[in-house]
Structure formats: C-alpha cells, structure tokens
C-alpha cells in the first residue's frame, strides 16, 4: 500500500545522494533506512556491520546463490 508522507527537504536532498551512491531509487533508498532503523531499534546491542552483512546473507539465500554445508568429519 502506496502512501504520501511529508518530507523535511534536507533529508529528502540527503537520501537522494545516498540513493544515488548505492544504484537505488530515492523511496528505495528511504526504505532501505527505515528498515535499518527498525532492525537497529529492535536489537540494540548489534552493530550496523552486522545487520547488514545479516540482510545480505539473507538475500543471497533467497537467491540461491549459498551451497549447503556438508559436515566432512565425523561427530564423536
């Protein structure tokens, strides 16, 4: 569900040229930092490195681009 919002023009100026820098488009790239926000709020004590090698992870999976791991040695 598309809906309009309000904008502070200094902010909008500064996700364009994030948005830009990253090949995504402006409300994209305002997603893409309110999806952060929300995982960073929800869990405090990781740091953002984390959260997005987390979301890449989790891309690359969806796109099957991850091999399975087979375990080579044996349990005791």
Do not use: C
Request: no cysteine; glycine share 2%; net charge negative.
């Amino acid at each position: 569900m598309a809906t309009s919002v309000r904008l502070d023009d200094e902010f909008v100026t500064e996700a364009r040229v994030h948005a830009e820098a990253e090949s995504r488009s402006l409300p994209k790239q305002i997603e893409y930092w309110a999806k952060i926000g929300q995982i960073m709020i929800d869990n405090p004590d990781l740091s953002y490195e984390f959260v997005r090698e987390s979301l890449l992870a989790t891309e690359e999976v969806k796109q099957g681009l991850v091999k399975p791991y087979v375990r080579r040695t044996k349990r005791n």
